[in-house]
T-cell receptor
Framework: DAGVTQSPTHLIKTRGQQVTLRCSPI?????VSWYQQVLGQGPQFIFQ???????GRGNFPDRFSARQFPNYSSELNVNALLLGDSALYLC??????????????FGQGTRLTVV | GDSVTQMEGPVTLSEEAFLTINCTYT??????LFWYVQYPGEGLQLLLK?????DKGSNKGFEATYRKETTSFHLEKGSVQVSDSAVYFC?????????FGTGTRLTVIP
């Protein structure tokens, strides 16, 4: 079975540009979450979507947005990129919308570099 | 708010040495606790978990016990291998997400 797949794997953007990252969850999983991992830090929660609805949002500016499609895949959009947005963006899928007692499966991540 | 405090690294050990990575947490309610591992250039993999107090999670020789009285979930392994070199993250569940510690980089030398 395929795991969580993310695309692209690497991306270089210029300050002020916009970027879209994509995630396909494990088949049968209905929840997708996005995390930002800055170099040398632990992942920070950005969004959770379950059954195409936003269920949770972390402490990120409105430049960050996301959506989930009917096939449960998801996109993360970041507008007006800043140098500080350079990070590894991780997508995690899980079968349910609650975190407790539920294992989250992570993709390999998209490495975004803003120059 | 909920948070995880993790032992700072990096940690360098010789092969077959004993490993302890400390993790303490602050949480409302009764979270589940996890250890994730990140190998170079990869995403996170679940190493082990515990869902209630006094539970012991174990996998691949690693163990951690959910201690409610000390709010801790320390990771241990009796004999590390070179292949265990990675970054280890302690995490707890919030309502909809995971809260991660800052990670501990482990390097095992032959």
């Amino acid at each position: 079975d395929a795991g969580v797949t993310q695309s692209p794997t690497h991306l270089i953007k210029t300050r002020g540009q916009q970027v879209t990252l994509r995630c396909s969850p494990i088949s049968g999983h209905k929840s997708v979450s996005w995390y930002q991992q800055v170099l040398g830090q632990g992942p920070q929660f950005i969004f959770q979507y379950y059954e195409k609805e936003e269920r949770g949002r972390g402490n990120f500016p409105d430049r960050f947005s996301a959506r989930q499609f009917p096939n449960y895949s998801s996109e993360l959009n970041v507008n007006a990129l800043l140098l500080g947005d350079s990070a590894l963006y991780l997508c995690a899928s899980s079968p349910t919308g609650t975190a407790k007692n539920t294992e989250a499966f992570f993709g390999q991540g998209t490495r975004l570099t803003v120059v | 708010g909920d948070s995880v405090t993790q032992m700072e690294g990096p940690v360098t050990l010789s092969e077959e040495a004993f490993l302890t990575i400390n993790c303490t947490y602050t949480a409302t309610g009764y979270p589940s606790l996890f250890w994730y591992v990140q190998y170079p250039g990869e995403g996170l993999q679940l190493l082990l978990k515990a869902t209630k107090a006094d539970d012991k999670g174990s996998n691949k020789g690693f163990e951690a016990t959910y201690r409610k009285e000390t709010t801790s979930f320390h990771l241990e392994k009796g004999s590390v291998q070179v292949s265990d070199s990675a970054v280890y993250f302690c995490a707890l569940t919030g309502a909809n997400n995971l809260f991660f510690g800052t990670g501990t980089r482990l390097t095992v030398i032959p």
